[in-house]
Nanobody, 124 residues
Framework: QVQLVESGGGLVQAGGSLRLSCAAS????????MGWFRQTPGREREFVAA????????RYADSVKGRFTISRDNDKNTVYLQMNSLKPEDTAVYYC?????????????????WGQGTQVTVSS
């Protein structure tokens, strides 16, 4: 069984930066694509960013492109989301997820394992 634990969330002013981390335990995820999603109350969970098993391929939602960067350190079994130029509309609970395959995906149903989420709040 895989456990994913997110950290790094918090309160930041608009224009600021945060780096989220997602540490995996249970087994290595070196062969798994990883992703970040976010959700606000009353809205569906939405795709933010994804990365393939090696880190060579990434995809981003249009709303975060150019501001967020997803990366991974397979030696540490950890995935990161660097968030810059944060906006109030980025406020959400951010979830880390892992696929069962190496290819990246952008759909919620494509991910098998999920973390509990970390709150990010951006004040104006």
């Amino acid at each position: 069984q895989v456990q994913l634990v997110e950290s790094g969330g918090g309160l930041v002013q608009a224009g600021g930066s945060l780096r989220l981390s997602c540490a995996a335990s249970g087994r290595t995820l070196i062969t798994n694509a990883m992703g970040w999603f976010r959700q606000t109350p009353g809205r569906e969970r939405e795709f933010v960013a994804a990365i393939n098993w090696s880190g060579a391929l990434t995809r981003y939602a249009d709303s975060v492109k150019g501001r967020f960067t997803i990366s991974r350190d397979n030696d540490k079994n950890t995935v990161y989301l660097q968030m810059n130029s944060l906006k109030p509309e980025d406020t959400a609970v951010y979830y880390c997820a892992a696929r069962a395959v190496a290819l990246l995906g952008m759909g919620i149903s494509e991910y098998r394992y999920w973390g509990q989420g970390t709150q990010v709040t951006v004040s104006s």
